[in-house]
Structure formats: C-alpha cells, structure tokens
C-alpha cells in the first residue's frame, strides 16, 4: 500500500499493512492521509475500502444532524459507507469539518474514489490550525467573541429531501426519526436549540451555542496541542442557500450577535487561496483527521462516484500492553494533560515578581526545587496570584523534589513539609526523587537548601535503597501531601528497578532533553510504562554557558537548521524548539523574566512542524549532555558521580 501525506509531501511511501496503532498515530502527526494501492496492482475496491476501515477497530458513529443528503451503498464488512455530499455538480461545497455544527462531530473520516469526474470534483483540504492563526492574527476581536461565545446555526430543513440542495436533507433523515412526536421529543431534549414549525410544514432550527475554537491536546497518547477553527461557520456563510435558506443569515455568535459578513469572506477568501486540492484518482482513500482538518468539494463535470465513511474514537483494544518490568498496563492517564507549557524556577533573579508574571502570562504548570533555594519567593509569587483572583489553587499543578540529603525514610516526609511551608502550601501535585544519588544527611536547621555538599565542604555518598525511599514517598501521596510521585534524572534501570516494587506507580519522569540530547530510548522506554516526560534545558545549551558547561558554539538559538524552520513558520527559534519537544510527547520546561518572551513561549499551539522538519532537528542530536554529575561532581566536589553510564 503506498502512503502519502497531503499537507507535507507529494511523494508517496510505501507501507506493509495499516493497524489501528499506525493509523492512529499517523492521523496525529499528519492529519491528512492519501492510500493507494501499489503501483502494478488493481486501484483499491469500494469493497477493499470498507475493509480497511473496519479492519482499523473504530467506533460507530451515528450520522446525525448532517444537512447533506447520503444514500446507504451495501458493502460486505461491517462498516456504513454512503455517498458524499450529493449536491448538484455545478456548486462548490464550502470548506467545513464534518458535522462541526454538532456537539460531538466524528474524529475520523474516509473517503473513496469509486468514478472520478471528467474535470474539477477536487476534494481540496486545509489545516484547521492554519486557519485558526490567521483568523486569530487578523481579526483578534472576531476570535475572542468565537471563542467565548462559540456559534449558533440557523437552517430551513424541508419534510423530504432534496436533491437538488447542497443542504437538503430532510428533518427526517437528519434526526433519524419517522414522525414529527419522536422529532420534537429529541429536539427538546436538547439545551438552548429552539425550533419553529414553518407555515409550509419545513423545520427551522436554531442549533444551541456550539463551541467553535477547539483544542485538540491528545488522541491516544499522541500530543497534538494545536487550536484549531472547529466549526461550519465558513460553510453556512458560503454554502447553506438554496430556495429555504438564506446564506447570510445562517450563522450567529453563540450570544445572539451577527457575525460581521466582511471577516467571514476573508477566511473564505485565504482558504480558498491556501487549499490543497487533489484530483481523485480511481481506488484512492483519503483518510482524514476531522479534528484537525477541513475538507470541501469542488464543481465538476461528468459523472462522479465518491463514498465516505466516517467514525468516532478507536474502539477498545484487547491489545495486552507491559510495563519495563513486564507488568500488564491498563492505566495511562498520566500521559493525558491538558497544557503541556511548564514553568521552571531554577536560577531566576526574582522569582517571586517572576512566577507572578507566568501566571499571568497563563503557565499554571511550575516546576520548583528544594536545591533551587527559592521556594519561600516561588510561593510569595503564588500566593499573590491567587489572592488577586487570577488563578485557583486547584488551577495549578506545581511540582516539588526530593534533595540527595534526605533520601532516608525519615527524612523523606521532613523534606516535603519544608518546600510546604516554604511555597506556602497545604500539598504540590507532584514530589519527584531528584536525582538517583544518596548523600550525607545535612540537618535542615544547621544548612538549607543543603547543595552538593555537607557542612565540612564535602560530598559524601552513602548506601541507600532506593525502594525504601520510594516507599516513603507513597506514604506521602496516602496522607495527602502530594497527589503524585516520580521520577528525576533517572535511566531506564533506575526505573526499572522502583516500577518492579511500587504500589503507587510513578506519574512522571524528568529528564534533560533537547535536539542535542533526544533521548529517544527513555521517552519510548517511559511512556510504554505510562510515565510522562517533562523536558528540562528545551534550549540546550543556553542556561548552562554562564556556569561554565556549555559555550556559545552549542547555542541552539544560532543554528542554521533551527533559523531556517523559525524563517519558515514565522515563529521564533525558542518556540521552534518547543513546538519540538511538544510534538515528541515531552513536557518542556521553560523560563524567561520577560512578560513578553513568557507569552511567546506559551503561543505554541498555533502551527506544527511537518515530519521533514522533525526528522531535520532529530538530526542535531550528540548525546550531549550538559547536566551530568559524572561530569560536574568530580572537578565541583571532588566525588566521581556518575549516573547515567
């Protein structure tokens, strides 16, 4: 089967066989899929189509609230495929996500080439997230109102349908019901739709607010993080006229307000001009992320077979998935969250105005440290925030660790109660062991934060089990002081190792990961065991070069490879590199003084980067370590430490 990847690549590749975790994954990264068969074999059946997509294990999904006509075509699997959108061939069927105007639209939809058309019938496509950045950049005040408000849709619908409309699709087949009683009962069920019966015995319906801006975080374990222009606002603007319906007066903001008719022929306007268009083929598949991308139909001539099929989430798999230590996984919610941008407090001048200014610059992610000795200000910071109102407690997630000093099970719970009462709270979210090295205990009292070395100047190791400490940060999440615990600085075997004891599993691993040091083995290793990677010195080399470890020839900022895709996606190198991070599932954490460069670091859910560009920095990477005990303790303090060997 070859593969190509519409927005990315005229090139096809070639694949051995299509399984739901494939598939799942390639929708992710690259939302818009053309299959074809290989070259020398007969063009894919409708009857291969159906196959196919029964053979990926999706979930059914119920065509309700479509205003197209579709007819049923009887196939052998197990899956419904009908006919597109059988508008009249002279009309273009604007640009729209299936079924936007509905709570709950289908992730998923396929279509098939059965009889492609003489001239035009281009199924043209565009990036959803694209469209969000231009209408956010363009018309900000639009966007605002979209998105606090969502959109409500008004349409005519008529008692039988009608062929000869793009949206005649009668109230009938639209609700799946076969009487006006069982139609009114579903209709009043649902919240804020209001509907009039016309004089002519047509329906119109004023859907409920429907969100219009979407986030799109994650589909199975796969970060996607990306807005996207959710909705069918463009496609009752253009498309829903006919002789019920008026096209200009189609669609609302969600609070009653008219749209302005200007801004919605401009976003008509650039997606016309940015669409990638594809002239079907016989036996091509088009295999479509819905949540990500919009798709249209141009006019044609002659006659034109195109079927779809469309689909909810994956279904369940019965798949037997094992940790690093072989133990069945049934539970990965730790890789699920909803922002993936953290805030770190190592090495800042002012923490306390500066964890103010990431609050309000919209971070509630906040990576803290006994060792960074900077709690009590961190928590100042935090409190200020909350006092103000910005943020709720319960909004942000901060994490805390563990110093080498206090990995004794009793001094385990002292440690936590200390960044408590420094940060000013009741519980963090997360305690992390910070590094897999035992040392001498330093009483609190006496020195703290207590650093590498102990009160005679020195850095004594001592004999530790780890499981004993790892113990004792569970009996911490059981008495409610942490909600969570992992993970830092630790290798494959060091994980392995509290995995194959741990009755409260890790959440979480952090790591120093940048395209100098990929990682690629422990992030595979991590997640396979549900663990989360959040990635500390995104950037590389630029925090530590001031400290002496790093030099101004490994600034990530400067190189060419980085320069050239900022160029290209009109972002800056730092958002380039954590747009990177991101799309490897990783959570970077990041920090800056300036307002400013906050907010720029969060604006990262407005583009992605194509595999190309992936691939092109994955290509930067040394193994290049610039926080490394076994390369700093020895010549700093005088013990050889090294742990990732």
Known sequence: MKLTR????????????????VFVELAAKHKALLLQSDDGTEPFSVEDFAQLTENLSLQYYEYVGGAAPRRLIPVKANVEVFTANEAPPDQLIPFHHELAQVKN?????????????????????????????????????FMNKLKAHGARYRRVLPSEDDKESPIGRSFYSCYQVDNKDDLEKKLNDIPGLEYEWMPDGCLQVITEPIPA??????????????????????????????????????????????????????????????????????????ALNNRLVMHSRNSYTGPRRVYASMFGDVATSEEVKRDGVGQVMNDFSALMVSDPTTFGMWRLDNPEEIVYNAILAGYRRFDSACDYGNEELTGKGIRRAIDEGIVKRDELYITTKLWNTYHAEEHVPLALERCLRDLGLNYVDEFLIHFPISMEYVPMEVKYPPEWKNLNGEMVLVKNDINSTWRAMERLVEAGKTRFIGLSNFNCQHIRQVLSIAKIRPTSLQVECH???????????ARESGIRVSAFSPMGGTSYISLGMATDTDLLFEHPVILGISQKNKKTAAQVLLRWAIQRNT???????????????????????????????????????????????????????????
């Open 6 to 21: 519409l927005f990315e690549s005229t090139e096809s590749e070639t694949i051995n066989s299509l399984s739901q975790e």
């Open 105 to 141: 639209p289908p992730q998923y939809l396929f279509f098939y080439c059965d009889l492609p058309s003489e001239t035009g019938g281009e199924t043209a496509l565009i990036d959803s997230t694209l469209v969000y950045r231009y209408v956010a950049e363009t018309f900000p005040e």
């Open 213 to 286: 801006i979407r986030m799109i975080e994650q589909q199975h374990n796969h970060g996607i993080y990306q807005w996207t222009f959710h909705n069918s606002v463009i496609a009752a603007f253009i498309g829903w006229q006919d002789c019920r319906n008026d096209r200009m007066k189609s669609v609302c903001f969600g609070n009653n307000d008219a749209m302005d008719l200007d801004v919605l022929q401009s976003i008509a306007t650039f997606m016309e001009k940015n669409k990638v268009s594809y002239k079907w083929k016989r036996g091509d598949i088009f």
């Open 515 to 525: 395209p100098h040091l990929s990682q690629i083995k422990l992030l595979r290793f």
């Open 587 to 645: 959570l970077p954490i990041s920090k800056s003084s300036s307002l400013k460069r906050m907010q720029e670091n969060r604006a990262l859910f407005d583009f992605y980067l194509s595999k190309e560009e992936m691939l092109a920095i994955d290509g930067l990477n040394q193994n290049r370590r610039y926080n490394d005990p076994g390369d700093f303790c020895e010549p700093g303090m005088g013990t050889f430490c090294p742990i990732y060997e």
